[in-house]
């Protein structure tokens, strides 16, 4: 089994569809947890950390259960530019290192 | 600022040449991280550098040798090439924050025919 596991996709949707992507990891001590983004054929960049609680960021809302050992990504109003790939990362028990999911692929279609 | 910089950007080479990726950040991060990404597979680290004059072997470090130059740069070396190795590489530099974000270069599209 993978340490962290997504459902590769794609996704197409609509411009201003609202579409959730779900992610899996298996390390129960994981401690961080990320949704980075990364365009085609350029570098992953930081979209958002994952916070216990919840937590927002504009169109994006990112859910941690640490019960069922999921995160999930929602993106709201969804736009052209929103396409890209959506990797899902964790820091697995003390470790700093991060392990990346496979990426999820989003095309938003006009 | 230039961020995290990587060269080359592209290369072919042929089964047993040798080479070294660069990666140079100029954002005072201690730590130092070397990934490939392949399709299907996400990114797998192959060496890290948690500070200057110390280097740790990844998940998939067979293959490959690093030197921690400074605190600055971080080089990759692939001593015998092998088609196993054709992938694209990421450096990546780390805040040493909490919620340890990366920052990562614009990577290094390897051939090895």
């Known amino acids: 089994r993978k340490e962290v596991e997504q459902d590769p996709g794609p996704f197409n949707v609509p411009e201003g569809a609202t579409v959730a992507f779900n992610c899996t990891y298996s390390?129960?001590?994981?401690?961080?947890f990320f949704w980075y983004r990364q365009d085609c054929r350029k570098e992953p960049k930081l979209l958002m950390s994952v916070y216990s609680s919840g937590n927002e960021d504009g169109r994006f809302t990112a859910q941690l259960n640490r019960a069922s050992q999921y995160i999930s990504l929602l993106i709201r109003d969804s736009k052209l530019s929103d396409s890209a790939t959506y990797l899902c990362v964790v820091t697995p028990g003390s470790a700093r290192q991060l392990t990346f999911g496979s990426g999820t692929q989003l095309t938003v279609l006009p | 600022n230039a961020g995290v910089t990587q060269t080359p950007k592209f290369q072919v080479l042929k089964t047993g040449q040798s080479m070294t990726l660069q990666c140079a950040q100029d954002?005072?991060?201690?730590?130092m991280y070397w990934y490939r990404q392949d399709p299907g597979m996400g990114l797998r680290l192959i060496y890290y550098s948690a500070s200057e004059g110390t280097t740790d072997k990844g998940e998939v470090p067979n293959g490959y040798n690093v030197s921690r130059l400074n605190k600055r740069e971080f080089s990759l070396r692939l001593e015998s090439a092998a088609p196993s190795q054709t992938s694209v590489y990421f450096c990546a530099t780390e805040t040493g924050a909490l919620y340890n974000e990366q920052f990562f270069g614009p990577g290094t599209r390897l051939t090895v025919l």
């Open positions: 390390n129960s001590a994981s401690q961080s």
């Open positions: 954002m005072n991060h201690n730590s």
